[in-house]
């Protein structure tokens, strides 16, 4: 079992920065496809990042040269940094671990996820 556990979520304006963590537990995750998705008030959990085994990236269309997500394999942690935050960016973010190849995108195929942290932007 794998646990996850976000931090650094909390209430920024628009144009801020504001970088999250998720560590994991339970198991080494350095293996494991890590990502981020995020859930909006009334809206679908979405795709934002992947990051895989190798370190080869990939963003989603929306947050692409605002988003980073790397990885600290040492520390078994994946980050998120955000710039350049809009209000449309408001939402809880979730991390989730995978163990299938290459870099997934849907959280169907994400074994382990998070319990989120808040990220509120305002205008």
């Known amino acids: 079992q794998v646990q996850l556990v976000e931090s650094g979520g909390g209430l920024v304006q628009a144009g801020d920065s504001l970088t999250l963590s998720c560590t994991a537990s339970?198991?080494?995750?350095?293996?494991?496809?890590l990502a981020w998705f995020r859930q909006a008030s009334g809206k679908e959990r979405g795709f934002v990042a992947v990051?895989?085994?190798?370190?080869?990236?990939l963003h989603a269309h929306s947050v692409k040269g605002r988003f980073t997500i790397s990885r600290d394999n040492a520390k078994n942690t994946v980050y998120l940094q955000m710039n350049s935050l809009k209000p449309d960016d408001t939402a809880d973010y979730l991390c989730?671990?995978?163990?299938?190849?290459?870099?997934?995108?849907?959280?169907?195929?994400?074994?382990?996820w998070g319990q989120g942290t808040q990220v509120t932007v305002s205008s």
């Open positions: 989730a671990a995978s163990n299938r190849a290459g870099l997934p995108t849907s959280r169907a195929l994400y074994d382990y």
């Open positions: 339970g198991r080494t995750v350095s293996n494991y496809s």
């Open positions: 990051i895989g085994r190798g370190g080869t990236t």
